[in-house]
C-alpha cells in the first residue's frame, strides 16, 4: 500500500473483524515509518482527521502531536468535543489554539465568498504553521486523506483545497486511510472505539459557518446561526432525521426584516434550513420534513435565539442551488 492507487485485490472494509486487520497492519507500517520520530497532525475534528489521529495514538501515543485550530467558525460545542475526546480520554499530545479573533478580525467587513474561503484557509495555514516552527524534532505531517481526495484532487472540488505549507517547512507524509472510502474510514473509526457523533458526524465545509454566516460576517449574527444550528441538529437527533438526512444546516443571510415580538416592532434576520441528500455531493435532494418537526424547530429558534425573527425553508435542489449558500 505504497502508492496511491488502490489495489483491485484490496477489498472493502465493512465490518469489525476487517477493521481491526486493517488498523493492525496500519500499526505496523506507521512505527515502521517513523521509528522515534513525532508526527504532526492538523486535528479538525471532522471524521477523516479524528480517525488518522486515533489511529496513530495507538501505533505512536504522544510522538503523535494534534494540533487543533478553532478558527472561530466551528459549530457549537465541536472543539469542546475535540479537546475532550483527544485530549482527555485518549491522552492525546494536543495543541488548542484559539484563534477565533485572528480569523474574524481579518473578516471584518469582507462579503465576497471566494475571498472569504482564501482569506480563511491562508490564515488556517499561518496558524498551523506558526504551531509547526514552535515544535522540535518533527519529521512527519500526518493527513486524513482519504481515496476520493485522490480520485478528485484534479477534479471540480478542487477549489475547496486551501494549499500547502510553506516550503521550508517540509515533512514526509503519513496518510494511513488514504485508500480507503469514507465508509470504510467509519468502520474503522467505530472499531478505534471514537464516539457515534464523530464517526458519523456529517460533511462539514473547510470554512465552517463563514460560509453560512453570509456575507461580512459579523460576531452577533455568526452566534445567532451557531445557536440556531445547534438547535435544528438537536430537534433532527430526535426526530429521527439525523440519519436520514445526508447534510443538514442553518444559514444566516446578511439582511433583517420586520417582525413583531412581546407586542413590540422586532427587527431580525431569517434563519433558512437546507436539508438534502445525496450521495456524492455533486447533485442533491431536498429531504420532506414532517411539518410538526419544522414548525417546532421555528418556534424554538425564533423564541431561543436573539437576533432571528424568522425561519424559512429552502426547498431548491442541486441543480440549481448548490448545497451551500456561498
Ligand atoms: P456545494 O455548495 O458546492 O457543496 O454544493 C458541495 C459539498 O461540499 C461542501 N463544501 C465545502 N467543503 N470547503 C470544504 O471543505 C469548502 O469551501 C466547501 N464548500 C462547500 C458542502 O458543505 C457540501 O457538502
Redesign the pocket.
Known sequence: MCNNIRPDTMERITTKALADAFIDEQVKAVREQVGDKKVLLALSGGVDSSVVAALLIKAIGRQLVCVHVNHGLMRKGESEQVINVFGKELDANLIYVDATDRFLNLLEGVSEPERK?KIIGAEFINVFAEEAYKLEGVSFLAQGTIYPDILESKGVKAH?NVGGLPEDLKFELVEPVKLLYKDEVRVVGDALGLPREMVYRQ?F???GLG?RCLGAITRDRLHALREADAILREEFDKNGLAGKVW?YFISVPDFKSVGVKDDKRYEGWPAIIRAVNTTD?MTATIEEIPYPVLHHITARITAEVPGINRVLLDLTP?PVG???WE
Open positions: 474561503r475547496h460533511p465545509p473547510g470554512p460560509v447534510q455531493a442541486k448548490t448545497i451551500e
